[in-house]
T-cell receptor, first 113, second 116 residues
Framework: GENVEQHPSTLSVQEGDSAVIKCTYS??????FPWYKQELGKRPQLIID?????GEKKDQRIAVTLNKTAKHFSLHITETQPEDSAVYFC????????????FGKGTMLLVSP | GAGVSQSPSNKVTEKGKDVELRCDPI?????LYWYRQSLGQGLEFLIY????????KSGLPSDRFSAERTGGSVSTLTIQRTQQEDSAVYLC??????????????FGEGSWLTVV
């Protein structure tokens, strides 16, 4: 089955800095890679996703990159703000929609004002 | 409904008792998932339903755990003879697979289970 590794487990940055979270996956068949943000006591919510037919996707201050050859993908947050503080989870699975997602163990991002 | 609904939101139970956790997915979503999140841990997959059938039960940690889904909608996760290590947040999620791909899953708020 799929195995997803996520690093770092915690990340502290100053407001305005950039933050990068990296994930690797094991199953070369995986072609769908979403990122979820979970604020304290709240449900995980999708913030961005990427499919294997593209190498990069950007949405305002958030971007994801994918390297299928190396089987790794990353989340980049620029100009971080205190409200970006949360736990971020990467996941990998199939784009078919008829399968499960395997999640990484999460990264706690702390943005200090 | 507007989102994935779970109940109870909090449950404290004594060791050895059985508990049932309920999930009402987003209307029209055929896929339903149960995940478990222990304190400070990631999202551990438990079971996946497509309609009423469960093609993937590989994540259920022991035979004390079972789940069913009736009518292609509501699902119940049952934990028998609860143990303290079962204490966690149990998250339900649903998705609506569609032609052309897509597997965006939407989570509920979770059921926080504490076994004392």
């Amino acid at each position: 089955g799929e195995n997803v590794e996520q690093h770092p487990s915690t990340l502290s940055v100053q407001e305005g800095d950039s933050a990068v979270i990296k994930c690797t996956y094991s199953d070369s068949a995986s072609n769908y890679f979403p990122w979820y943000k979970q604020e304290l006591g709240k449900r995980p919510q999708l913030i961005i996703d990427i499919r294997s037919n593209v190498g990069e996707k950007k949405d305002q201050r958030i971007a994801v990159t994918l390297n299928k050859t190396a089987k790794h993908f990353s989340l980049h947050i620029t100009e971080t703000q205190p409200e970006d503080s949360a736990v971020y989870f990467c996941a990998a699975g199939l784009n078919s929609g008829y399968s499960t997602l395997t999640f990484g163990k999460g990264t706690m991002l702390l943005v200090s004002p | 409904g507007a989102g994935v609904s779970q109940s109870p939101s909090n449950k404290v139970t004594e060791k050895g008792k059985d508990v049932e956790l309920r999930c009402d997915p987003i209307s029209g979503h055929t896929a339903l998932y149960w995940y478990r999140q222990s304190l400070g841990q990631g999202l551990e997959f438990l079971i996946y339903f497509q309609g009423n059938s469960a093609p993937d039960k590989s994540g259920l940690p022991s035979d004390r755990f079972s789940a069913e889904r009736t009518g292609g909608s509501v699902s119940t996760l049952t934990i028998q003879r609860t143990q303290q290590e079962d204490s966690a947040v149990y998250l339900c999620a649903s998705s609506a697979p569609h032609r052309g791909g897509g597997n965006t899953i939407y989570f509920g708020e979770g059921s926080w289970l504490t076994v004392v």
